[in-house]
């Protein structure tokens, strides 16, 4: 439950959620009886990890890329829906106040970055960056991890695509542009709603729903061709906004448009549960009804193909409009496949003789 019944100021989350590889988890037992799991100090923490790699094989066929890479793990953005909650459990954190709350930073990343594509066995393709985490969220502004990773990414010509919900993005449009001037970065930019009033309690840390425009157009003017991901797409909340969105993000230059339907995977399910009941009490049965609808009767479904879309009459709504939606506005854009020809190791001394 809430702590003391109400929505914690600027987080997702409104309560911790018990790790399934734990035994015991931590909290508070009040005088009342009533054992509420929070914790003491509410500011964000920030991990160093000292990660042994940083580029990841992703084995999924919903995805457009085979890599991934992610400099931090958990995500001050706090989004209360977020698929990428589960993943805090392996590192022995909740999915719940904890994903919002430690950040796991990886310092490394940018040379772990380098030896990756040095190792003679690297065959570039393109990486998603990020495909867990956001990349650009808020402790992006005082790491620069992100920004050194692209770095390295110009310096070898490799290509990378890029997805997030913050316009800290164009603070790194000098380096994008280059990229994009040799056809090596497309940037996604997610984009769930204009509704201040909704993006504040559903993803409390991220940039204004007009930021995300804004960050859309300067990066189109700059050459870097963008794609709008409007995700995800919930019942009673944001689907009437999606003409809008869609007809939006075209008009903001973006070249391309996806889409997927909110699930709740695994430890997600009482993260959002509890949320939608604190925030939306008059229409939370319904939301997570229509919600089951799309998934078979559950409220997650993992099955590929499936999983991002769903099924049932209000997937099927959903896909309609925006077929319709987006042969109206994007029926002559086309996002350009990334270059991986242009890969480069640079030579060193002596070893440029032998080349």
């Known amino acids: 439950m809430p702590i003391d019944g109400k929505a914690i100021k600027g987080r997702g989350a409104n309560t911790q959620v018990s790790n399934r590889f734990l035994q015991h988890s931590y909290g508070v037992v009040h005088w009342e009886g009533i054992d509420e799991v929070v914790e003491e100090n509410p500011a964000t923490r920030y991990v160093p990890e000292h990660a042994k790699r940083i580029v990841n094989r992703v084995d999924s066929p919903d995805l457009r890329m085979n890599w991934s890479m992610n400099p931090y793990q958990g995500c001050e953005h706090g989004c209360a829906y977020c698929y990428a909650r589960p993943t805090h459990e392996y590192w022995g954190y909740g999915a719940g106040l904890d994903f919002e709350r430690v950040i796991l930073v990886k310092r490394n990343a940018p040379e772990l970055l380098r030896a990756t594509f040095m190792d003679r066995k690297w065959r570039p393709e393109p990486i998603m960056f990020s495909g867990n985490t956001d990349c650009y969220q808020p402790v992006e502004r005082t790491e620069r991890i992100t920004r050194r ?3 390295v990414l110009l310096e070898f010509r490799h290509p990378v695509g890029m997805i997030t919900k913050n316009a800290l993005v164009l603070r790194d449009l000098d380096i994008l542009s280059e990229l994009a001037a040799m056809n090596l970065v497309s940037v996604a930019i ?3 709603t204009l509704n201040e009033d909704l993006r504040r309690v ?3 840390r991220t940039s204004t729903g007009v930021n995300r425009l804004k960050a859309m157009e300067a990066l189109t003017k700059a050459g870097v061709p963008v794609f709008a991901m409007i ?3 919930i019942p009673a909340l944001n689907v009437s906004e999606v003409p809008t969105l869609i007809e939006a993000a075209a008009n903001a230059g973006a070249l391309g448009v996806g889409y997927s339907v909110v699930r709740t995977n695994g430890a997600v399910k009482p ?5 939608i009941r604190t925030h939306f009490p008059d229409r939370a049965e319904k939301v997570l009804a229509q919600i089951r609808d799309a998934h078979g009767g559950q409220t997650n ?13 209000f997937a099927e709504n959903i896909r309609q409009v925006f ?7 994007f029926a002559d854009r086309e996002l350009p496949e990334l270059d991986c020809s242009r890969f480069q190791r640079p030579e060193h001394g002596q070893l440029a003789l032998f080349s």
Do not use: N, Y
Not at 271 to 275: D, I, P
Not at 323 to 329: D, E, N, Q, S
């Open 231 to 233: 995700a995800p797409i």
């Open 190 to 192: 997610s984009f769930t």
């Open 149 to 151: 990773m692209l770095e």
């Open 301 to 313: 479904d993992s099955r590929f193909g499936r999983r991002m879309r769903g099924e049932g009459h």
């Open 202 to 204: 559903m993803e409390p």
């Open 271 to 275: 993260v959002f549960e509890t949320w």
């Open 323 to 329: 077929a319709l939606m987006r042969r109206r506005h």
